[in-house]
C-alpha cells in the first residue's frame, strides 16, 4: 500500500486529455511538501516530468502541466500521443517516514 | 553532464552477501544527496534510503531499515547499497537517485538488477 494514492490505470484516445490524481495526507502533501511527477516508458529508467507541482524541465512537453488542490495534486497531459504510453508516477516527502514517498504508479494506455 | 553509473547485474543465491555501487560524475559529489530507489519486477518504485556524501548522514525508510545499509565514499565519488543475507524477496531493480535542492530526482542512475534465486 502505497502513501500516496493514484488510479492503477487510465486511457484516452490520441488527441484527448487525461489526468491522473495523486492524493496524500497531512504529513506529506498536505503539510505543504512539494509533489514530483515522473515517466517510466516500458524498460527504462524514470524520467522527471514536472516537479514542485507545476514546473516542467526543459525538454518536457507543454502537453505535460501539473496542479495541486489540498491533500492532492493532479498531472494532466494534452493531445495524447503514442509515445506518452508509460507508467507515471508522483512523489513527496513525508514528514512522518523522513523520507521521499511515491504513489503505487499509473498506466497510462493510449488507445 | 552529470552521470550516475551503477554496477553491473548481480546474480545471488539466498544469504549471501552484496554490495552494488553508484559512481557519480560531472559535479559535486558530496553537494547532492543520493537516494536508493527499488523497483520489484513489474511493480512501482519505493524509496530505501539517502545518504549525504559531505558526512555520511544517512536515513532510511522503515521498510528497508536494517534490511539494508547504505554508504558513501566522497573521495572516489561512489554511493554503497548493501545486503549481508540476501532473501529471494529481494529480487528487482534497483536506482541511485540524484534529488536537486528538493525531493525531486534529476538524475538516475541506469540500474542494477539483482536476482537472487536458490
Known amino acids: 500500500q502505497s502513501v500516496l494514492t493514484q488510479p492503477p490505470s487510465v486511457s484516452g484516445a490520441p488527441g484527448q486529455r487525461v489526468t491522473i490524481s495523486c492524493t496524500g495526507s497531512?504529513?506529506?502533501?498536505?503539510?505543504?511538501?512539494?509533489v514530483h511527477w515522473y515517466q517510466q516508458l516500458p524498460g527504462t529508467v524514470p524520467k522527471l516530468l514536472i516537479f514542485?507541482?507545476?514546473n516542467r524541465p526543459s525538454g518536457v512537453p507543454d502537453r505535460f502541466s501539473g496542479s495541486k488542490s489540498g491533500t492532492s495534486a493532479s498531472l494532466a497531459i494534452t493531445g495524447l500521443q503514442a509515445e506518452d504510453e508509460a507508467d507515471y508516477y508522483c512523489?513527496?516527502?513525508?514528514?512522518?517516514?523522513?523520507?521521499?514517498?511515491f504513489g503505487g504508479g499509473t498506466k497510462l494506455t493510449v488507445l | 553532464e552529470v552521470q550516475l553509473v551503477q554496477s553491473g547485474a548481480e546474480v545471488k543465491k539466498p544469504g549471501e552477501s552484496l554490495k552494488i555501487s553508484c559512481k557519480g560524475s560531472?559535479?559535486?559529489?558530496?553537494?547532492?544527496?543520493i537516494g536508493w530507489v527499488r523497483q520489484k519486477p513489474g511493480k512501482g518504485l519505493e524509496w530505501m534510503g539517502i545518504i549525504h556524501p559531505r558526512d555520511s548522514d544517512t536515513r532510511y525508510s522503515p521498510s528497508f531499515q536494517g534490511q539494508v545499509t547504505i554508504s558513501a565514499d566522497k573521495s572516489i565519488n561512489t554511493a554503497y547499497l548493501q545486503w549481508s543475507s540476501l532473501k529471494t524477496s529481494d529480487t528487482g531493480m534497483y536506482y541511485c537517485a540524484r534529488p536537486s535542492t528538493g525531493a525531486d530526482v534529476d538524475f538516475w542512475g541506469q540500474g542494477t538488477l539483482v536476482t537472487v534465486s536458490p
Open positions: 514542485g507541482y507545476t
Open positions: 497531512s504529513s506529506n502533501i498536505g503539510a505543504g511538501y512539494d
Open positions: 560531472g559535479y559535486s559529489f558530496d553537494i547532492y544527496k
Open positions: 512523489q513527496s516527502y513525508d514528514a512522518s517516514l523522513g523520507g521521499w514517498v
